[in-house]
């Protein structure tokens, strides 16, 4: 009996992986192209759209590759369970086994610097930013981990772990900014939706502001309705199912950069 669990488990595992991956890819496909869902009057909200889209494909995946293959109920209760993720606020419990060990608690920490933005959301735009590559130096001067500009960086950035340095390539310095910039991002945007200046969740404006600049969410009146503004919080959303319980065995990841 044990032995069936145990193989169970690890089988759901992976079909969770492959469902978080259908969803990344599936989602960088649409965004790559002309714009798929489009944010009209800034009422129909790309969340919502993509999740009609994307449901019957991970239900497909799921009755494909899932534990028997055929067990529909489970599968519509997984694929509900995937979009309910894509679809949360990222403030969830973080699943330590899919970051860096080292890095863990920081990742903890940045995310309870708000109550905007929680330790999923940190690690899925990680993700989404540098695949974990503290030595990333972007295309527009972006550093380290979390790819935040030179001038941001000097606004946001700490002595994280008391080294008597800070530098954008020291992860801990990185991320805990990140954590900070984040929040001061989601803040005005929260005020921009107070003073109906702008529609959406906090969280969403906040992401397209990381990327884009508080200008063009203003610009908006919400999220851009380009392929990038809406692409880049698909694809951040499309990981926290993984980092909140959802995702398989830990990954791999590049060696830590020195500090």
């Known amino acids: ?6 193989k169970d488990g690890g089988s759901q595992k992976s079909t969770a992986v492959l469902v978080g991956a259908a969803i990344a890819t599936v989602v960088t496909c649409l965004m790559g ?25 991970i239900v497909l995946i799921i009755l494909f590759t899932g534990p028997g293959g055929s067990d529909s109920g489970d599968a519509w209760d997984r694929a509900d369970e995937s979009l309910a993720a894509f679809q949360g606020d990222g403030k969830g419990t973080l699943d330590r086994t899919q970051v860096p060990v080292s890095l863990a608690d920081t990742i903890e920490d940045a995310g ?4 905007s933005i929680g330790p999923i959301v940190i690690a899925a735009q990680i993700e989404v930013e540098s695949r974990w590559d503290g030595t990333k130096v972007g295309a527009d001067g972006e550093v380290g981990i979390s790819q935040l500009p030179p001038a941001v960086f000097t606004r946001y950035g700490k002595d994280t772990d008391k080294n008597d340095k800070t530098s954008a390539l020291d992860q801990k310095d990185s991320i805990m900014a990140q954590g900070r910039y984040l929040c001061a991002l989601a803040d005005e945007a929260q005020g ?3 003073s109906k200046q702008a529609i959406g969740s906090a969280l969403d404006l906040a992401l397209v502001a990381y990327d884009q600049g508080m200008d063009a969410v203003r610009e908006a009146g919400g999220i851009p309705a380009t392929a990038q503004a809406q692409g880049y919080v698909a694809k951040v959303r499309a990981r926290f199912g993984q980092y909140q319980g959802l995702g398989g065995p830990p990954p791999s990841f590049p060696s830590a950069s020195p500090t």
């Open 33 to 57: 192209g002309p714009v798929v869902v489009v944010v009209v009057a800034g009422a129909v909200f790309i969340i919502g759209g993509l999740g009609v889209l994307l449901f019957p494909l």
């Open 112 to 115: 309870a610097i708000c109550t």
């Open 1 to 6: 009996m044990s032995g069936s669990s145990t």
């Open 192 to 194: 921009l939706i107070d």
